[in-house]
């Protein structure tokens, strides 16, 4: 009886049909206990190792994420600074305007 | 109260104003980092995540991740069989741009894009997809990623700044207190600050897609590189133990992905009891040596004949040996090789029981024996040879018993006597000149066609493959003429018998194309007369024909004989379609592609975009244009058959014969006859019962329509029709007659004396009018024929005044 994960795996798994059939084939036609046992964990470790892949990429995304979303904050406080500034430059400059209108009335 | 209003302004009054400005002074903030998400839980990023993303350490390589266990094991496994594998017999795994490529990368780009937003892909550089995606599939996804209820992010950083910039500058230009020159100032120095922001924010967003596309990369190659060193080590073992050459037959022999498609049905379903794998492959062996010895349950012999053929063709297919001759075969010492080791594993593990020395024969007598020196030199055993040397004729596995029914090996030996340039067809090749039901299999010079197509080279076709269709079928027709199957006034038929009895094999020698015909029964060859004999063709020369071979010469569309080539025609208009269509995908493809450069800013000039928009408007008129010529041909093709098997009248151009039958098509299709039909008790019973007693004398049939209200004649004329084909049974002539009688009596009241030419729809097919002859005693004769049948409806001259009168 086969090891369900690798029945799961040949089922379901992300290999490839030619490659899922090559194994079949070596199941079916192989004799050596030991060999079978070593394919069967030759599998089982690359499906680990693929899955890893997918956590890999996904990691490395929320990192270049996280790091853009973290530098847009940055870039977005010192946009506001500046903005900011120049909103009290205007307010100053329209109070000025006004007093010397008045002073001027 | 001056010095009160010039004290300047209060800090409430300042407040005031930047309250105008900017709301509650908090808002850019809450603007600028809304929807900012920290990468695993959605809340909102806090200044201080800026640090500690810095500190995150960067990850370990994907590909050291990744080759840990898996390559200790994967080198343990190779290690087994050092030296006994060379590296030649390596398969090679590229990295490059394959189809598992692009598998690859469209699963990890799905991942991504789950985690980063749809906007992933679109923010890709083209550089990080094109290796993997062709540049329709590219603007595919871009297309679904449009058209998506998610869509592309909007930039909700910029779009806050630029709203602010905006806000402040109309603020600015409102102003009744600052004089122009301050406002323009106040206006640079906005402008500035705007512009700084931009262009960081987009040298953002630049570095974030660069490692986005790096980390996409360096997960699809590490995905790839995982998946080969996995088929390597694989490979390895298969070879070294014998199974690589047996997975090779073991393939072909089973058809495996078919057949455990078959096999996992049936199992649950019941019909299978053994262990799944070995009623896969075992199983599988057997059955398909069931298909080549014994025909499969094809109940005649052709039938059995094509399940060989298909069996051997599997198994040539398998072993990599379908695009050879036989003699190459023989001569390739890998094939012969990877046969041999074959047959060993075979007999060692005793897989699928007697099959092994079954298979020895079966190669030696299905590719002629072979060479024994050549076998010998590749190291086979004295028994196998004997094996691929037998004549004998091999045992069904299962039963024991000998198989004589003719296999396509002996039917080679029978045709080889008579035509040395003759070879024997397998599967697909038997199947392209096996006479069937279908239009690509009903004609003589369908079936040519289609074994000249399938080989242009061996037939001497040297030209663009773009005109390979018409090459093909003039080739068709010229032997079809050449063989005297074809002429200008009649042209040999296929019978419904010959379908999968005959076989109607295209042959080549010396530049020379001709035909050959074998009767699939007996594997002998026939010649026309034999083919008429046996009951495979008959000779068509009716008036038809002849009428379409006169007035081919005055159209010259129109092909002599009876047999158009439409689907040549049509075939070669579809080609002109699908090269419309490969140019405006790739125009298509142009637009998205400049689509894509406007909107990341690389491209401010438009003028491109209108020019290429321009050329894809002008091409996709074409295209319709093309659409509506194909339609045309289609339509004017149609007419030409239907007119080619209609009766024709003496001088009846084939322009008139469409005009009368589109016009009987309006009749037929009209609001009147669609509602009788649809009202379904629209008999007239008393007519119809006129009609059953008296239809031999007509004049109480004509008096009753006279007196019958027009409107709804024609729904009473075909449910007259349909009447008596139900209750005369198999007097269709009455029938007939009855539909004519009325028709004719319907268009008297129409103040129309029918004529010869005219026609109308009946029963789905056409009735045409000759012309009337006046008898004697003043009566008239209207003779119709529809169906094969000819009907005269005789009108009294009490009725025919009346109708003149």
Redesign the interface.
């Known amino acids: 009886m086969l090891n369900p994960e690798l029945m799961e795996l040949l089922r379901n798994g ?4 030619e ?1 899922k ?12 206990p030991e ?1 079978e046992a ?2 069967v ?3 089982q ?2 499906d ?3 899955q ?3 956590e ?22 010192s ?2 600074s ?3 500034s ?10 000025i ?3 010397q ?3 001027e ?1 | 109260m ?1 010095s009160e ?2 004290s ?2 209060q800090p409430a ?2 407040s005031a ?2 309250e105008e ?2 709301g509650d ?1 908090k808002s ?2 809450g603007e ?2 809304a929807g ?5 839980d959605g809340t909102e ?1 806090e ?1 201080g ?2 640090e500690g ?2 500190e ?1 350490e960067e ?2 390589s ?1 590909r050291d ?6 390559s ?3 080198e ?2 190779k290690n ?1 069989f050092t030296g006994e594998v060379n590296e030649t017999d390596q398969e090679s795994h590229e990295t490059s741009k394959t189809e ?1 490529a692009g598998a690859v990368a469209a ?2 780009v799905g ?2 894009m789950t ?2 937003g749809t906007k992933f892909f679109a923010d890709l550089p083209q550089y990080a997809t094109q290796k993997y995606f062709t540049s329709k599939e590219r603007s595919s996804i871009l297309s679904a990623i449009e058209t998506s209820d998610l869509g592309p992010e909007s930039n909700d ?1 910029a779009s ?2 630029e709203r ?1 910039n905006q806000m ?1 500058t109309d ?2 230009n409102e ?1 009744t ?3 122009e020159g ?1 406002k323009a100032e ?1 206006i640079g ?2 402008t500035g ?1 705007t512009e ?2 931009s262009g ?2 987009a040298n ?2 630049e ?2 897609n660069q ?2 596309a ?3 990369e ?2 699809i190659q ?2 790839i590189s ?2 080969a ?3 390597e ?3 390895t ?2 070879i070294a ?1 014998g ?1 690589a050459s ?2 090779t037959v ?2 072909s022999a089973v058809a ?2 078919e057949r455990h498609k078959k096999v996992s049905s049936e199992m649950k379903e019941g019909k299978r009891e053994g262990n799944y ?2 009623e ?3 199983g599988g062996a057997k059955e398909t040596w069931s298909d080549l010895t014994k025909g499969g349950d094809g109940e005649t012999l052709m039938k059995r004949n094509i399940t060989r053929a298909k069996a051997a063709g599997i198994l040539l297919r398998g072993a990599a040996m379908g695009h050879l001759a036989g003699a190459e075969i023989f001569s390739d010492e890998n094939i012969m090789g990877a046969i041999n080791k074959s047959v060993e ?1 075979f007999q060692e ?1 005793g ?1 699928a029981g007697g099959f092994t020395e079954h298979f020895g024969d079966h190669f030696g007598e299905l590719l002629g024996g072979g060479d024994d020196e050549e076998s010998s030199a590749e190291g086979g055993d004295d028994d196998h040879h004997e094996d691929f040397e037998s004549d004998e004729l091999a045992e069904d596995p299962e039963t024991g018993e000998a198989y004589v029914d003719q296999g396509p090996e002996q039917l080679a030996a029978e045709v080889d006597e008579d035509s040395p340039e003759i070879t024997v067809l397998h599967g697909d090749e038997l199947e392209r000149a096996t006479v069937g039901a279908d239009s690509g299999h009903n004609s003589i010079t369908a079936l040519l066609k289609n074994q000249i197509m399938s080989d242009p080279e061996k037939f001497g076709y040297e030209g663009d493959p773009d005109d390979l269709n018409d090459w093909a079928a003039d080739q068709a027709t010229e032997v079809a003429r050449s063989e005297g199957l074809l002429s200008a006034t009649g042209d040999v038929r296929l019978t419904s018998g010959s379908i999968d009895n005959l076989i109607v094999q295209a042959t080549e020698k010396d530049g020379e194309i001709g035909v050959h015909f074998i009767d699939s029964n007996t594997g002998k060859p026939l010649d026309v007369d034999g083919l008429q004999d046996a009951g495979y063709t008959y000779e068509h020369s009716s008036g038809a024909a002849e009428e379409v071979a006169s007035v081919a010469t005055e159209r010259p569309d129109v092909e002599v004989g009876v047999d158009l080539d439409v689907e040549g025609e049509i075939a070669a208009r579809e080609g002109d379609l699908e090269a419309a269509e490969a140019e405006y995908a790739k125009l298509d493809s142009k637009l998205t592609e400049l689509e894509s450069s406007i909107a990341s800013g690389e491209l401010t000039d438009e003028a491109d975009m209108v020019a290429a928009q321009a050329e894809a408007e002008t091409l996709i008129e074409e295209f319709e244009a093309i659409e509506d010529e194909l339609d045309s041909i289609e339509d004017h093709l149609d007419d030409l058959i239907a007119w080619s098997e209609s009766p024709l009248e003496d001088g009846e151009t084939f322009e008139e014969w469409k005009e009368t039958r589109a016009m009987a098509a309006e009749v037929a299709s009209s609001e009147a006859v669609e509602d009788v039909y649809e009202s379904g008790d629209a008999f007239d019973d008393e007519i119809v019962e006129v009609v059953e007693d008296t239809y031999a004398s007509s004049d109480e049939i004509f008096e009753t329509i006279f007196a019958t209200p027009r409107i709804d004649d024609t729904g009473k004329s075909m449910n007259l029709m349909l009447a008596f084909e139900k209750s005369v049974g198999e007097a269709r002539e009455a029938a007939l007659n009855a539909f004519a009688q009325h028709e004719i009596g319907t268009l008297f009241k129409d103040g129309y004396l029918v004529k010869k030419g005219d026609g109308l729809e009946y029963n789905g097919r056409w009735m045409d009018f000759a012309n009337p002859t006046e008898n004697a005693d003043g009566s008239m004769d209207f003779k119709v024929r529809a169906e094969g049948i000819i009907t005269v409806v005789k009108v009294s001259k009490k009725i025919m005044d009346r109708v003149r009168g």
């Open positions: 992300l290999l490839d049909r490659t059939l090559a194994v079949i084939d070596f199941l079916v036609s192989n004799k050596d060999l070593d394919i964990q030759l599998l470790d690359w680990e190792a693929d890893s892949i997918d890999a990429l996904v990691s490395r995304l929320d990192m270049a994420k996280a790091k853009f979303d973290a530098a847009e904050s940055d870039l977005g406080d946009v506001n500046e903005l900011q120049l909103a009290s430059d205007i307010v100053k400059e329209q109070s305007a006004k007093i209108e008045d002073m009335v | 001056t209003s010039g300047g302004p009054e300042e104003l930047e400005f900017f002074g850019l903030e600028d980092t900012v998400e920290s990468p695993d990023s200044p995540d800026v993303v810095e995150v990850p370990t994907i991740r990744l080759f840990g266990a898996f200790a094991t994967a343990r496994v087994r598992f699963g990890l991942i991504a985690r980063t950083g806050a700044v602010k402040i603020r600015i102003s207190f600052l004089t301050k106040l120095r906005l600050i700084k922001y960081e924010f953002l967003e570095d974030r490692e986005f790096e980390a996409l360096e997960s590490s995905r995982n998946t060193m996995l088929k080590t694989l490979n073992a298969l133990t199974i047996l997975r073991g393939y495996l992905y794998f070995s896969l492959v075992a594993v593990q897989v």
